[in-house]
């Protein structure tokens, strides 16, 4: 079943992950390794999750990557279908 309009990660990152634990931006970078301004821009939906950002993700709060990325694609995939319906494409089978 398709979510409606499903929230990007980093709503879901800062909303369900970051805000319980009393993590700031700058506390996640540094765990993670990378720069506030990649943290920040996650957070505000500035910028996607990529597959490392997924693994780091899952080792910070012991997740898993397919998570991250399921929520990536699903946000992806449901603002793709809002501006392109494929109708110009001619189907190949069946």
Not at 33 to 61: D, E, L
Not at 65 to 92: C, F, H, S
Request: glycine letters at 6%; proline letters at 5%; aromatic letters at 8%.
């Amino acid at each position: 079943m398709e979510m409606y309009n499903p929230p990007h990660p980093g709503e879901v990152l800062k909303n369900l992950y970051m805000e319980p634990l009393n993590v700031s931006v700058t506390t996640l970078a540094r765990a993670l390794g990378v720069r506030r301004a990649t943290i920040s821009a996650i957070v505000n939906a500035k910028a996607g999750i990529s597959s490392n950002m997924a693994i780091k993700f899952a080792h910070a709060f012991k997740t898993t990557p397919e998570l991250w990325l399921g929520m990536q694609m699903e946000y992806d995939l449901w603002n793709a279908k809002q501006l392109y319906d494929g109708m110009d494409v001619r189907a190949l089978c069946g």
